[in-house]
């Protein structure tokens, strides 16, 4: 079984920077893609704010590029998202997702995980 715990949500002021951490646990497989979702409050979508591949390349949405920067440690199993200049609109529950390959050939295709989210809030 896999695991995706993040850590490092927090209330902080407008400005001001955080660094959340999401780190995936288990046994025998191969992450392919990681990525951060956040859920604002009182709706059900995820917006995705970035994702990062294996070999490192990223993408951002327009509402975060410039602000929020994503990185991966491989060895680890990690994500990370530092979030700079943060804004009262930011204030929501960011979530880790990993899209990844198990190594034993009974598990075909990729599967995909998620953590149970951290909570950041930015006050005015």
């Known amino acids: 079984q896999v695991q995706l715990v993040e850590s490092g949500g927090d209330l902080v002021q407008a400005g001001r920077s955080l660094r959340l951490s999401c780190v995936a646990s288990?046994?025998?497989?191969?992450?392919?893609?990681m990525s951060w979702y956040r859920q604002l409050p009182g709706t059900p979508r995820r917006e995705l704010l970035a994702?990062?591949?294996?070999?490192?390349?990223?993408t951002y949405a327009d509402s975060v590029k410039g602000r929020f920067t994503i990185s991966r440690d491989n060895a680890e199993n990690s994500v990370y998202l530092q979030m700079n200049n943060l804004r009262p609109e930011d204030t929501a529950g960011y979530y880790c997702?990993?899209?990844?390959?198990?190594?034993?050939?009974?598990?075909?295709?990729?599967?995909?995980?998620w953590g149970l989210g951290t909570q950041v809030t930015v006050s005015s």
């Open positions: 997702r990993a899209d990844l390959i198990f190594d034993s050939t009974y598990y075909e295709g990729t599967y995909t995980y």
């Open positions: 288990g046994t025998a497989f191969r992450i392919v893609d």
């Open positions: 994702s990062i591949t294996s070999s490192g390349k990223t």
